[in-house]
């Protein structure tokens, strides 16, 4: 991937460190479920079964618009499940890497992938953590104020468990666990505050949920019912936020047909919640999971 275009990836969410500071333009009332097609998109990055990454970036409209075909990022692993690559850059601008987490056999790995411009993608990865095989998906929560609160871990666990880790180190430390979770399915950040996290999970039987855990050691979560019926296709949904405060986009992901569909919403609300349709994504998802690109500096706001 060329530094140019990964430059412009950067730049469609803001995220430039020139323009950190700098709202995008066009946002969506937290009302409305509708995105601006010239700011908001889905940045999909797959592993497939050739270990290599793919990615393309989507623009939010109807229909949905990739911005090119689909191509090859960095040779990768097999990884069953991967969480959010967090996309950073050096003080001079000449190098761009990304970072994140991945579950590959029992075991819980960090990547760091390195864009040169110059040469092929790297991509390297490093345990840290064992006992992991009967997690069915993991998710991260980056509030990058210093100091102001962890950036969390979340395990979902196929013994009905929801576990909470934080950073310990090099590797996590238990931060608690919560009951109640068996027939929960898959799921994803939608909100990162100083105060709570917010996850989106869907069921077995394809109903939609948000999760909102506070920070505070041994709340409890709240669940919200969005949805009661849809998303059992759904192994993947890919998150990124639409400006500021604007609309949440999601690239949902049916790995049987290899097909993504693409949704934007207001801000979550249980079932007052506005949804819009943008319709099937034209390319083909053949990754083992999918999962969204974005800036280091990104905060998610969905709820």
Request: aromatic content about 12%; glycine content about 10%.
């Amino acid at each position: 991937m060329k530094l140019r275009r990964f430059a412009l990836v950067l730049t469609g969410f803001g995220l430039l460190a020139a323009s950190t500071t700098t709202a995008a333009t066009a946002t969506a009332a937290s009302g409305s479920a509708t995105a601006a097609a010239a700011t908001c998109w889905n940045s999909v990055v797959w592993p497939t079964k050739a270990n290599v990454v793919d990615t393309v970036d989507i623009t939010a409209q109807k229909p949905p618009a990739p911005v090119s075909p689909p191509y090859v990022y960095s040779k990768f692993f097999a990884s069953r499940f991967m969480d959010r690559w967090y996309l950073a850059w050096n003080a001079a601008g000449t190098q761009y890497y990304a970072f994140g987490l991945f579950l590959l056999g029992s075991n819980l790995y960090r990547q760091t992938t390195v864009l040169s411009g110059a040469s092929p993608a790297q991509s390297k990865a490093v345990r840290v953590g064992t006992g992991w095989a009967s997690f069915k998906s993991i998710a991260t929560s980056n509030y990058p104020l210093k100091g102001s609160r962890p950036a969390y871990l979340y395990g979902l666990n196929s013994n009905g468990n929801l576990y909470r880790y934080a950073p310990n180190g090099t590797g996590y430390r238990s931060a608690g666990s919560f009951a109640g979770f068996r027939g929960f399915k898959t799921m994803t950040m939608i909100s990162e505050e100083r105060t709570y996290d917010t996850l989106l999970m869907t069921t077995t039987a394809g109903a939609l949920y948000t999760i909102h855990i506070p920070t505070t050691a041994g709340a409890k979560p709240v669940v919200k019912l969005i949805r009661k019926s849809g998303w059992a296709a759904y192994e993947s949904l890919v998150v990124n936020k639409c400006g500021v405060d604007g609309a949440t986009i999601i690239t949902a992901v049916d790995h049987d047909t290899q097909a993504g569909y693409q949704y934007g919403f207001s801000r979550f609300n249980g079932t007052a919640t506005a949804t819009m349709s943008y319709g099937k994504v034209p390319v083909v998802f053949n990754g083992l999971n999918h999962t969204s690109q974005v800036g280091f500096q990104a905060i998610l706001l969905g709820e």
